[in-house]
Nanobody, 119 residues
């Protein structure tokens, strides 16, 4: 049974930090490109960041570049998203996803973690 389980969503103040985790099971984790996506109310889901199977390639959306860091621990089958200098516009439900290649659509999705940035 394939599972992607996000954790760490919370309410934080603008300028604050938050770390999300996504624990994977049921598939060959290191063979997959992992990514984080987010969706705000009334908006389309957007790609936030992705990381290659062994962490050699990482990319970020312009809106989060310099503030967010994606990482993974293949021994723990977990991908992380460290979020710093949070802004109200970062408020969204954050999802992790797994795909076999950059050119393919995500094969597996997590259930989402809610992040609210507000004073």
């Amino acid at each position: 049974q394939v599972q992607l389980v996000e954790s760490g969503g919370d309410l934080v103040q603008p300028g604050g930090s938050l770390s999300l985790s996504c624990a994977a099971s049921g598939f060959a984790f290191s063979n997959y490109v992992m990514s984080w996506h987010r969706q705000a109310p009334g908006k389309e889901r957007e790609l936030v960041a992705y990381i290659s199977g062994f962490g050699g390639t990482r990319n970020y959306a312009d809106s989060v570049k310099g503030r967010f860091t994606i990482s993974r621990d293949n021994a723990e089958n977990t991908v992380y998203l460290q979020m710093n200098s949070l802004k109200p516009e970062d408020t969204a439900v954050y999802y992790c996803a797994a795909r076999i290649t950059y050119g393919s659509a995500p094969r597996y999705w997590g259930q989402g973690a809610r992040v609210t940035v507000s004073s």
